[in-house]
């Protein structure tokens, strides 16, 4: 059973150009979670999705963030124009369900996005 | 801002030797779970201790919880090469709109030295 995949693994971008980062969840999990981490840094939550829906997008930047998780694929976060201040680790980590307790997230290697 | 805070930032030891690292929180918690981070690699569960428990081994790994000082820690005892990584303690609140979420701190680099 593959574990939640992430690619590109690095992914370089001039200022201004578009990042379209993706994430396969696990087989069976449903629940997909996007985590940004700067150097030096613990994770920052950005936003939680269902198969079709956001459910909390709290920590996802007003403007150019946007993420989707379409019925069939993988979830994908992009960020449009980037800024070298966008230059980060991308995590995902999916779950397998949401019961009001703890699910326990998986997380996938990263993307190691360079903005030059 | 950040829910947790761990404690030391940077952490030498020889090999052989124990490891401690503590974790304050800010918010009450349902339970609090500490994470390994490989340099350049993702996140690895290690231990979730509930807010009802106050102490919890797996393997090399102690951890205790105090939630009347809001503060955990995480005991590797006899060190490894292996075990050098960044720490992360985490917090998951209940509750539909923030259960999403796993709030993280700041990490604590552990370095074993042969």
């Known amino acids: 059973n593959a574990g939640v995949m992430q690619n590109p693994r690095h992914l370089v971008r001039r200022r201004g150009q578009e990042a379209r980062l993706r994430c396969s969840p696990m087989?069976?999990?449903?629940?997909v979670y996007w985590y940004r981490q700067l150097p030096e840094e613990g994770l920052k939550f950005m936003v939680y999705l269902q198969k079709e829906n956001i459910i909390d997008e709290s920590g996802m930047p007003k403007e150019r963030f946007s993420a989707e998780f379409p019925k069939e694929g993988p979830s994908i976060l992009r960020i449009q124009q980037v800024v070298r201040g966008d230059s980060a680790a991308y995590f995902c980590?999916?779950?397998?369900?949401?019961?009001?307790?703890?699910?326990?997230?998986?997380f996938g290697p990263g993307t190691r996005l360079t903005v030059l | 801002s950040q829910q947790g805070e761990e404690d030391p930032q940077a952490l030498s030891i020889q090999e052989g030797e124990n490891a401690t690292m503590n974790c304050s929180y800010k918010t009450s918690i349902n339970n609090l779970q500490w994470y390994r981070q490989n340099s350049g690699r993702g996140l690895v569960h290690l231990i979730l201790i509930r807010s009802n428990e106050r102490e919890k081994h797996s393997g090399r790994l102690r951890v205790t919880l105090d939630t009347s000082k809001k503060s955990s820690s995480l005991l590797i005892t006899a060190s490894r090469a292996a075990d050098t990584a960044s720490y992360f303690c985490a917090t998951f609140q209940s509750g539909y709109s923030s259960a999403s979420k796993i709030i993280f701190g700041s990490g604590t680099r552990l370095s074993i030295r042969p």
């Open positions: 087989k069976g999990h449903s629940h």
């Open positions: 980590a999916s779950s397998l369900r949401l019961a009001g307790d703890y699910n326990e997230q998986f």
